[in-house]
Every structure is written in C-alpha cells, then in structure tokens.
C-alpha cells in the first residue's frame, strides 16, 4: 500500500493551513473591516473588551460614509505609544481601490500600524478612540484651517537688471515659513459638532422611544400606561422592560393558567405548572398531616410536607381549585439560595392577584424525580 506524504510545514504553497495569530486585535479588525457604525461598533467592543472606549469625530474625506468608524486608535497605558487600526480598500486581485469604485467590488483590509503592529499586545488599560467621520463645519473654511501642520510660503524677491548691474546683486529667495495654529479654530468648530452631533444622535433614536427593550428606563411607565398596565417601579430594570414588552399578551391570558405560569415566570424567574380542578387534600381523621405555621414561608422552613385542609361541607365545583406545582425542594432552594423564602412569597403574591376571586389555589412541590 503506497502511503501519502503530507506537505511541509515550510512550504508555502502546499500547506495545509495558515497559522494565524490571535489577539483582542481581531475585535477591531472586524470593527473597521465591517464598517461598524459608531453605536454598533461601541456596543460591539464593550461586549467583548474590557479597554475603556471613547470617539472622536473627525471630518470626512471624500467617498466616506459618515458614521462608520474609520479607524481604531489605541494609546498604550505603559509606554504612551499609539497604535492605529485602519482599512485599506482594495479590489478582488488586491489592488488598491478609488472612492470611484462601488462598495459591492471593495473589500477592505484591516491594517495595524504602531507600536504593537508586530506584538499585536493589548492591555486592559488601554484606551481605544473610535475615529468616526462626520460632515463638519471645517468644509466651510479656506484648506490652511483644515491641515494638521503648519503652512510653508516662498515668497521671491525681484530686482530690476540695472539694479543687479550696478549694485552686483541677484534675485533674493527667501523662504518663511507660516505657523499657523488651526487646532483652536478646529477645537471651537467641533464643540458645536459635538453639540449637533448630540442633537442628531437623540433625533435618530426617537423610534426606540417606543421600544420597552430600547428606551430610557424613565419612559418605561409611560410606554405602560399606553396599555392601561400598572407598572410597579420597585422591579429591577429587566424586568420592567419584560413586563411592558409582554403587556398586552398578559392582559389578554389573564387569569388562565398560561397567563399564571407567564407571569409568575417574569417575575420570579422560577418555572412553574398549574393543574387545573385540583381540589386540595380533604382532612380525614387519621389520614391527615396538620398544617403548621402561620404562612406558606414559616411551612417552608420547616421543611413541613404537603398539609390536608377542612373543605366547606357545601359541594364546590371542580372549577374552583387549582394546585400550582413548583420544582422539586432541592432544586429550587439550589436555584435561588437564601433568597428561596422570599421568592416564594412573591409567588403567592403573585398568583393571588392574578387569580380569580372565587378560585382557590394550593402549592406544592414536585415530588417526581427528573
């Protein structure tokens, strides 16, 4: 049997993979390579980054699309070195692309350049400035405010012939250079871009007003009274913000048994099943375990089992009970700790006032073994 020869790690051409390095560089690659905007890229990067993330606006060249983040610049905690993270565009046989070609024939590279541009090392005390490009008041002004350095002018100083007979001169050349200092123009400019830059962020975020996952906690009761829904403040923000998304479905399964279970969910996060005309255990003599304590929490501390109870001598119908089952002791108290009485208090709270007023509900334990 002839056996196969696997190629060389050193061949190039016939390797079976290309060993590529890893690093935290590679959220900003794909933040510049995608275009991220500057919203999508922050929350992007604070999801799986721990570096502190500002922006900063800078004026837009030509063929940009503002709001998508240029480039990623990164200042080194240690060593006060940058380094930058840009794109290149380029064509499919990577040439380097013009703003004249369209965007579905461009790919772009990401490039890093600076101090760790072969390290590709990044500390968590490192700060990333977003570089997003915006259409600024600089394009108003003359190109000498919108340079990054000083202007230099060569002025040529011309004699007459006679003069250069006579006196044995020559045309003087002399070259001065102008300082001009555009950056207090430039800061003064981009703090009323910042200001309208602000003012446009909350005008594009006027839809998410209406979004309970999306807008301000404060406009959380607002959206619920939309719905005629008591909105009980007190709650952790998530919460809320599930109550308000879920409104209308809760109102309308109120009082059944999947708007019990739904609600109780929410609240508590603790799963629930509600068996419906379950009358409770009927206390017969000898054949009866007696409930103590004086609430559902003091029985469960107790670790007290299932009680029975004194059923009223006139007949109900089988409509008026309900048994709500939670999971199994051990399971809930490992779910939710310490915390365990107080949760299952909120239940009962819960399933009170969501229950009808002639219908009479129990709570037990599931005893099956999962």
């Given at each position: 049997?002839?056996?196969?020869?696997?190629?060389?790690?050193?061949?190039?051409s016939?390797?079976?993979?290309?060993?590529q390095t890893?690093?935290d560089?590679?959220?900003?690659?794909?933040?510049?390579?995608?275009?991220?905007?500057?919203?999508?890229?922050?929350?992007?990067?604070r999801?799986?980054?721990?570096?502190?993330?500002?922006?900063?606006?800078?004026?837009?060249?030509?063929?940009e699309?503002?709001?998508?983040?240029?480039?990623?610049?990164?200042?080194?905690?240690?060593?006060?070195e940058?380094?930058?993270?840009?794109?290149?565009?380029?064509?499919?046989?990577?040439?380097?692309?013009?703003?004249?070609?369209?965007?579905?024939?461009v790919?772009?590279?990401?490039?890093?350049?600076?101090a760790?541009?072969?390290?590709?090392?990044?500390a968590?005390?490192?700060?990333?400035?977003?570089?997003?490009?915006?259409?600024g008041?600089?394009?108003?002004?003359?190109?000498?405010?919108r340079?990054?350095?000083?202007?230099?002018?060569?002025?040529?100083?011309?004699?007459?012939?006679?003069?250069?007979?006579?006196?044995?001169?020559?045309?003087?050349?002399t070259?001065r250079?102008?300082?001009?200092?555009?950056?207090?123009?430039?800061?003064?400019?981009?703090?009323?871009?910042?200001?309208?830059?602000?003012?446009?962020?909350?005008?594009?975020?006027?839809?998410?007003?209406?979004?309970?996952?999306?807008?301000?906690?404060?406009?959380?009761?607002w959206?619920?009274?939309?719905?005629?829904?008591?909105l009980?403040?007190?709650?952790?923000?998530h919460?809320?913000?599930?109550?308000?998304?879920?409104?209308?479905?809760?109102f309308?399964?109120?009082?059944?048994?999947?708007?019990?279970?739904?609600?109780v969910?929410?609240l508590?996060?603790a799963?629930?099943?509600?068996?419906?005309?379950?009358?409770?255990?009927?206390?017969?003599?000898?054949?009866?375990?007696?409930?103590?304590?004086?609430?559902?929490?003091?029985?469960?501390?107790?670790?007290?089992?299932?009680?029975?109870?004194?059923?009223a001598?006139?007949?109900?119908?089988?409509?008026?009970?309900f048994?709500?089952?939670?999971?199994?002791?051990?399971?809930?108290?490992?779910?939710?700790?310490?915390?365990?009485?107080?949760?299952?208090?909120r239940?009962?709270?819960?399933?009170?006032?969501?229950?009808?007023?002639?219908?009479?509900?129990?709570?037990?334990?599931?005893?099956?073994?999962?």
């Amino acid at each position: 049997m002839r056996r196969r020869r696997l190629p060389s790690r050193g061949s190039k051409s016939t390797a079976l993979a290309t060993i590529q390095t890893t690093s935290d560089y590679r959220f900003l690659e794909d933040v510049v390579r995608i275009q991220f905007p500057i919203r999508a890229a922050e929350s992007y990067l604070r999801r799986n980054m721990a570096n502190r993330i500002t922006y900063r606006l800078v004026e837009a060249r030509r063929g940009e699309t503002p709001g998508m983040v240029r480039g990623v610049e990164v200042r080194h905690e240690n060593s006060g070195e940058r380094t930058w993270v840009y794109g290149n565009r380029v064509l499919a046989n990577g040439q380097p692309a013009s703003f004249f070609v369209p965007d579905h024939l461009v790919r772009i590279e990401p490039v890093i350049d600076g101090a760790a541009a072969r390290t590709r090392v990044l500390a968590q005390g490192d700060e990333l400035i977003i570089h997003v490009p915006v259409r600024g008041y600089l394009r108003y002004l003359p190109g000498i405010f919108r340079g990054n350095g000083p202007v230099t002018r060569r002025e040529v100083m011309r004699v007459r012939d006679a003069a250069v007979v006579r006196w044995g001169g020559a045309p003087r050349e002399t070259t001065r250079v102008l300082e001009t200092d555009e950056d207090p123009i430039r800061r003064f400019l981009f703090l009323f871009q910042h200001v309208m830059t602000s003012v446009t962020e909350r005008i594009d975020g006027i839809p998410d007003l209406t979004d309970p996952l999306l807008c301000d906690p404060r406009f959380l009761p607002w959206l619920a009274s939309w719905v005629g829904f008591e909105l009980d403040e007190a709650l952790p923000i998530h919460q809320q913000r599930e109550l308000v998304r879920r409104a209308i479905r809760l109102f309308r399964s109120r009082g059944t048994r999947h708007g019990m279970e739904e609600m109780v969910r929410v609240l508590t996060s603790a799963p629930v099943r509600v068996r419906e005309r379950v009358a409770p255990n009927a206390a017969v003599l000898g054949q009866m375990t007696l409930v103590g304590g004086r609430d559902v929490v003091e029985r469960y501390r107790n670790n007290e089992p299932g009680g029975s109870f004194l059923l009223a001598e006139n007949a109900r119908a089988s409509t008026s009970y309900f048994k709500l089952i939670l999971e199994p002791r051990d399971r809930f108290h490992g779910r939710f700790g310490e915390r365990s009485a107080g949760v299952l208090r909120r239940i009962v709270q819960i399933v009170s006032q969501e229950r009808p007023t002639h219908v009479v509900f129990t709570i037990e334990f599931d005893v099956r073994k999962k």
